[in-house]
């Protein structure tokens, strides 16, 4: 790499990005191109010789940006949000320019120290229970996603069962979670082999908020139990994907604790949340968990990918994870004087993340960071707000944290139960490229999920969008707007 070169181009490269983020809002939110559109305007191999810069950052303006969904759009409301900031965006530059494989505490010290360090700040800002410290026999580590996340403690819970009671005995392996609970439990029990007819998929309702009932894992697990099947592993979510539902973790873990099953807590998008004072309760009852995890790239402005875990008992992810090599060992290994994170993960190579997480934390600080949390639930709040001035919508669930669950209301005189309405209504305004809303179904109904998440987000965003989720509405129902 020539560094007189690197300056040229990364000056190029900022400029390029910065005017992309002040432009952004000219773009339409959703993607409006065809499959396969992209296939029509690149060469079918790649170049024999080097092109200039200039135009491949022409191409990807013509070419390429067309075909992205801007996730970080003020009116990108889908989903939960994925955050970019200054300090992530200046941290990834650092972790590319870097570039380490920082698999042990050997190939560089400092990523490995320095990630023990951040995730026990945030560890205190979540106000964790000290087993989840690096000072104990527990820690924290980065992962890239919520579904690695999973996919570590669950090969950790069920190698620590079947140490028990035999490996033989995976088949007997039961694990439990709601029906809100996120896809990826699901793929990581196909991944550790847990037979498909033992996961438990409990049935969640509106009575509860669509929270787990603690009797209803208790009868399951009773029932499990005298057939001669093994529960091992509970997973409960603190902010669902549908309706950013909270289980009861207090009674969930005084259950898992009698049973000795593995807890896990799967706060990815809401435990951001508790690191407001005021939010802390959510997580109430943490102290039961073996392992809890968190995105910070999710609502806490650190570019994607970066997934917090900590677990009370490291030992578990090192007996299940570890590998040891030959041409991997080292002194400070090989005497246990240090932490290799290759042995808490599935992959051996890993990126600096805690670079960018340090990043943030430091040039926005803690107060800020709430605050940026608290000004998304209010705008949230605001739209829920509008949203009960319009007799042609409902809410259908509680707002929690920044998310509003709505629909709008078919006519009482009409065939449609409202499904087929508001999927036309969902297509109508993501059609516009003006804003960007997913869906949802909870109790057989399809409904429309607005979360506001996007670092560039303002009152006058959310404003909008209503103003356009209403234009839809009456186009459809052929009405004009209720007055004020």
Known sequence: MDAEQLREYGHQMVDFIADYYKNIESFPVLSQVKPEYLCELLPDSAPNYPEKLENVLDDIRRKIIPGLTHWQSPGYFAYYPCNSSTAGFLGEMLISGFNILGFSWITSPAATELEVIVLDWVAKMLKLPQHFFSSGQGGGVIQGTSS???????????????????????????????????????????????????????????????????????????????????????????????????????????????????????????????????????????????????????????????????VKDSGALIKSLSTNPDYLKNKASQENQVVDFKDW??????????????????????????????????????????????????????????????????????????????????????????????????????MLRLVVGAPLTEERHVEEAWKLIQDQASVLLGTRLPSP
């Not at 993960?345 to 960018?356: D, T, V, Y």
């Open 148 to 310: 690695e996340a999973i996919l570590v403690v669950l090969l950790a819970a069920r190698d620590k069962v079947l140490r028990r009671i035999g490996k033989n005995s995976i088949g007997k392996l039961v694990v439990y979670a709601s029906d809100q609970t996120h896809s990826s439990l699901q793929k990581a029990c196909q991944i550790a082999g847990i037979h498909p007819e033992n996961y438990r998929v409990l049935k969640t309702d509106s009575s509860a908020n669509y929270s787990l009932d603690p009797k209803v894992l208790s009868e399951k697990i009773s029932n499990d139990m005298s057939i001669g099947l093994q529960p091992f592993f509970l997973c409960a979510t603190v902010g669902t994907t549908s309706s950013a539902a909270v289980d009861p973790l207090c009674s969930l873990g005084k259950i898992s604790k009698v049973y000795d099953m593995w807890f896990h807590v799967d706060a990815a998008y809401a435990g951001n949340a508790c690191i407001c004072p005021e939010y802390r309760r959510y997580i109430d009852g943490v102290e039961e968990a073996d392992s809890f995890g968190m995105n910070v790239h999710k609502w806490m402005l650190t570019n994607f990918d970066c997934c917090l875990l900590w």
């Open 345 to 446: 993960q599935i992959p051996l190579g890993r990126r600096f993340r805690s670079l960018k997480l340090w990043m943030v934390l430091r040039l926005y600080g803690v107060e800020k960071l709430q605050n940026y949390v608290r000004n998304h639930i209010r705008l949230a709040r605001l739209f829920l707000g509008l949203i009960d001035s319009d007799p042609r919508f409902e809410v259908v669930a509680p707002q929690m944290f920044s998310l509003v669950c709505f629909r709008l209301l078919p006519p009482p005189d009409g065939q449609d139960d409202g499904n087929k309405l508001n999927d036309d209504l969902l297509h109508a305004v993501n059609g516009t490229g003006r804003m960007f809303i997913s869906h949802t179904v909870l109790s057989g109904k399809f």
